[in-house]
């Protein structure tokens, strides 16, 4: 079974924090480099942060410093924990391999709204 549930967006004021989570089926994450893309309105979907399977992490311009990629690999659970949110990180969030590319199945996405 395929899955990718991407959970604990909402809106928050600028300054603000929030920690999502994404629960994948084994078959996307175990073994895998997983990563976290944001797709903003009217604009294309792009890479946040990854992390391979070890703990290594990269991060988008911008991000570094802000936002923190974690992973379980006990629980197939992938975090990524973002402070200091801009209204520019307004975005729906996506979890999903690194590797993985605009065919292949994303799930739903958590929105992120950073407004005052």
């Known amino acids: 079974q395929v899955q990718l549930v991407e959970s604990g967006g909402g809106l928050v004021q600028p300054g603000g924090s929030l920690r999502l989570s994404c629960a994948a089926s084994?078959?996307?994450?175990?073994?895998?480099?997983m990563a976290w893309y944001r797709q903003a309105p009217g604009k294309e979907r792009e890479l946040v942060a990854w992390?391979?399977?070890?703990?290594?992490?990269w991060y988008g311009d911008g991000m570094k410093g802000r936002f923190r990629i974690s992973r379980d690999n006990a629980e197939n659970t992938l975090y990524l924990q973002m402070n200091s949110l801009k209204p520019d990180d307004t975005a729906v969030y996506y979890c999903?391999?690194?590797?993985?590319?605009?065919?292949?199945?994303w799930g739903q996405g958590t929105q992120v709204t950073v407004s005052s």
């Open positions: 084994m078959s996307i994450f175990s073994g895998n480099n």
């Open positions: 992390i391979t399977v070890p703990g290594t992490t």
């Open positions: 999903n391999k690194l590797s993985a590319s605009s065919e292949s199945y």
